[in-house]
Each structure stands twice: as C-alpha cells, then as structure tokens.
Nanobody, 123 residues
C-alpha cells in the first residue's frame, strides 16, 4: 500500500523560503512521475513541479520556474520542493503525488496523493 505524507508548510512573508517534504512508502512503480501540485482557495488544483523518477528530469510550471526546485532522495524515500522568493500568489494547499504516467502536470494520471500541507504567503 502506497502512502504519501507531506510536511513543511507554514506562513511566510513575501520573498521568504520554505522547503516541503513528502515521505513515501510502498512500491510506486517504475518509469513514472512524481509531482507537486497546489490548490488555492476557489481555484482548481494545478501542477507546480514534476520529476521523472527514472532519470531525474525535472519540469516546472512557468509561474515557479527559477524559484522552486523539485528533488528526490531515494535513500530517504523523500520528495522535496524547495520554494524561494515566495509570492502571495503561491498561497495554497500543496499536494505530493506519485505514480504519474505523464504528462507530469496531468492530475488524472497520478494514482497516489498525500493529504496536503498549507502554504500561506503574506505581502
């Protein structure tokens, strides 16, 4: 049984940084994507960043490219999202996802989801 557990959310001022972690257990499959998604109040869930587990290729939404970094530590079974230069529009619940068949940003192609962690950025 696959389980994902996010942590690291919180409240920061604009320009600040946070690092989200997602500890996973169980067999996630091979040659699949892991990703970070977020959902702001009143908006649909959207892809933020993805990583292809086989070769560690990374992908970013234009809104976070250059500010966020996704990484995976296989030894620790952990997916990270380093978020720098945070903006108020980055506010939302951030979800970790695994088992994605691609494209990395397609929600319906992911089999496993965490419960989410809240990120609030104030101006």
């Amino acid at each position: 049984q696959v389980q994902l557990m996010e942590s690291g959310g919180g409240s920061v001022q604009a320009g600040g940084s946070l690092r989200l972690s997602c500890v996973y257990s169980g067999y996630l499959g091979r040659n699949l994507y892991m990703g970070w998604f977020r959902q702001a109040p009143g908006k649909e869930r959207e892809g933020v960043a993805g990583i292809f587990t086989r070769n560690k290729s990374t992908y970013y939404d234009d809104s976070v490219d250059g500010r966020f970094t996704i990484s995976q530590d296989n030894a620790k079974n952990t997916l990270y999202l380093q978020m720098n230069s945070l903006k108020p529009e980055d506010t939302g619940v951030y979800y970790c996802a695994a088992g994605g068949r691609g494209p990395w940003y397609t929600i319906a192609e992911y089999d496993y989801w965490g419960q989410g962690t809240q990120v609030t950025v104030s101006s």
